[in-house]
């Protein structure tokens, strides 16, 4: 059974990093795509980062194009967002998304979200 286990994130100063961990369990292949999506409190649901195998590509959006990078383990089916830089509006509940054909991964497995909160 499909299913992701996120890990991670926490608080930090603005101007500070934090990596978020999303390994997937159940696939049969690696080539599927991994993305995240963060929600922050008021706001709606957008894409953060993915990447796709197949195409050797990863996106950004562009409030954290420089300052994120996302990074995957095939081998285990992993995939790290490495976030540098972090600034209050980063604060939200990141969620990992994985073999999905919409945008940033959508339309596949969800994780179960995981907080990251930057402060002033």
């Known amino acids: 059974q499909v299913h992701l286990v996120e890990s991670g994130g926490g608080s930090s100063p603005a101007g500070g990093s934090l990596t978020l961990s999303c390994q997937a369990f159940g696939y049969t292949s690696r080539d599927f795509c991994m993305g995240w999506f963060r929600q922050a409190p008021g706001k709606e649901r957008e894409g953060v980062a993915a990447?796709?195998?197949?195409?050797?590509?990863?996106i950004y959006t562009d409030s954290v194009k420089g300052r994120f990078t996302l990074s995957r383990d095939s081998a285990n089916n992993t995939q790290y967002l490495h976030m540098n830089n972090l600034k209050p509006e980063d604060t939200g509940l990141y969620y990992c998304?994985?073999?999905?054909?919409?945008?940033?991964?959508?339309?596949?497995?969800w994780g179960q979200g995981i907080q990251v909160t930057v402060s002033s």
């Open positions: 998304t994985a073999g999905g054909n919409g945008g940033y991964c959508d339309g596949g497995s």
């Open positions: 990447i796709y195998p197949r195409s050797a590509l990863t």
